[in-house]
């Protein structure tokens, strides 16, 4: 089984900055992808940012000058380093790690559980 757990989250003034991590665990060949979603209190789950194996990103619009995504393929964990946060960044944060159990198979989803960021005025 592969699980995934995500840390890091919790209290910051507008301005602030966390780091999320994100440690993926178990038996598999490899972590294709690494990404973090988000879903504030009444909405759908958003696309934060990705970063692939080889290294590309990719971020939603409005978090592109103050989050960074990277990760440490020994360590099979991803990070999430979030700067001046708004109250508006005010979510659970999730990671999505697409994840293959074996070599030359296609990549399957895993989700962590998520953890609470609250960025207050």
């Known amino acids: 089984q592969v699980q995934v757990v995500e840390s890091g989250g919790g209290l910051v003034q507008a301005g602030g900055s966390l780091r999320l991590s994100c440690v993926v665990s178990g038996s598999f060949w490899n972590i294709a992808t690494m990404a973090w979603y988000r879903q504030a209190p009444g909405e759908q789950r958003d696309f934060v940012a990705a970063?692939?194996?080889?290294?590309?990103?990719n971020y939603k619009d409005s978090v592109k000058a103050r989050f960074t995504i990277s990760r440490d393929n020994s360590k099979n964990t991803g990070y999430l380093q979030m700067s001046s946060l708004k109250p508006e960044d005010t979510a659970v944060y999730y990671c999505?790690?697409?994840?293959?159990?074996?070599?030359?198979?296609?990549?399957?989803?895993?989700w962590g559980k998520g953890t609470q960021v609250t960025v207050s005025p």
């Open positions: 999505h790690a697409a994840v293959r159990r074996w070599g030359g198979r296609p990549p399957n989803d895993y």
């Open positions: 970063m692939a194996s080889g290294g590309g990103t």
